[in-house]
C-alpha cells in the first residue's frame, strides 16, 4: 500500500473523517443562527453535508457564505445559550394592583412595572397583557385571572418563565414553547385562577414581532438545536 494514498489517520487522502463532517454541520446551524441562510436552505445544505464523500464537496457548502470569526478566532456551533431577562430590585413595585374588562377590552403594554400581584378579570370581555417591554422589579409575578366568557391574551419576552396553575372549565389555556431557555434567577410569573368559557392564550414574542414572525423564529431555532443534537 503507498503511503501517499492514505491521511494520517489512517483514511483515504480526501476521504472525510466524522469530525470535519460534524464540524461542517456546526458551521452550517451558526450561518443559520445568524440568518444567513433561510431554514430551507439550511435542510439542503445539511443533507448535502451529509450525503458528501469528500472534503471538497463540503468546502464548497460554505464557499459563498460570510467568514464565522470573531477577533480573529472561528466561531464555534451555537451554544443552547439561555435567554435572559434582567430583575432590577431598585425599581419602586407595587404590592397589587386591578384589571376589570366588562363588555370591553383592557390592555397593559408599554413600559411598565408589574406588581407583586395583579389580578385580571374578564367577564364578556378582553385583556392584553404585554410583559415584553416590562420592567421587572420582583423576581416572581402573581398573575390572578376570573375569565368568563372572554379572553386574555399574555406576550412574555424569551428569558421569562410562566407557570400556569389555574383551571379551565369549558375553556382553554395555551403556554408557549420557549425559543431558548430561561437562566436560573429568570423573572417567573405564577398564573393561577378560573377560566370559565373562555380561553387564555400565553405566547411567546419579541418587542415588534408579529405573530407570524415569532413562529419562523422559534421553528429556526427549534430546528437548529435539534441538528446540533441538543434536544427540542
Do not use: N
Amino acid at each position: 500500500m503507498r503511503g501517499s494514498d492514505r491521511t494520517g489517520s489512517g483514511l483515504p487522502a480526501g476521504a472525510l473523517s466524522p469530525a470535519e463532517r460534524q464540524a461542517t454541520v456546526h458551521r452550517l446551524c451558526a450561518h443559520f443562527a445568524r440568518d444567513a441562510m433561510t431554514d430551507t436552505e439550511l435542510e439542503r445544505r445539511l443533507d448535502l453535508a451529509y450525503a458528501a464523500r469528500t472534503r471538497a464537496e463540503l468546502i464548497s457548502l460554505e464557499r459563498d457564505l460570510p467568514a464565522l470569526e470573531t477577533e480573529g478566532h472561528p466561531a464555534g456551533p451555537p451554544s443552547p445559550a439561555s435567554a435572559s431577562v434582567a430583575v432590577d430590585p431598585t425599581r419602586t413595585v407595587q404590592d397589587s394592583d386591578l384589571i376589570v374588562s366588562v363588555w370591553g377590552a383592557t390592555e397593559r403594554k408599554g413600559s411598565w412595572i408589574p406588581p407583586r400581584q395583579l389580578t385580571s378579570i374578564s367577564v364578556m370581555g378582553g385583556a392584553e397583557l404585554d410583559f415584553r417591554e416590562a420592567v421587572f422589579a420582583t423576581r416572581e409575578t402573581s398573575l390572578r385571572l376570573l375569565t368568563v366568557m372572554g379572553g386574555v391574551e399574555i406576550l412574555i419576552p424569551p428569558g421569562v418563565r410562566v407557570e400556569w396553575r389555574g383551571v379551565a372549565l369549558m375553556g382553554g389555556v395555551t403556554t408557549p414553547e420557549p425559543s431558548a431557555p430561561p437562566t436560573p434567577d429568570a423573572p417567573v410569573i405564577r398564573i393561577s385562577g378560573l377560566v370559565l368559557m373562555g380561553g387564555v392564550e400565553i405566547v411567546e414574542r419579541l418587542p415588534g414581532e408579529s405573530a407570524r414572525e415569532a413562529r419562523k423564529r422559534i421553528r429556526r431555532a427549534r430546528k437548529a438545536r435539534h441538528r446540533l443534537g441538543l434536544g427540542t
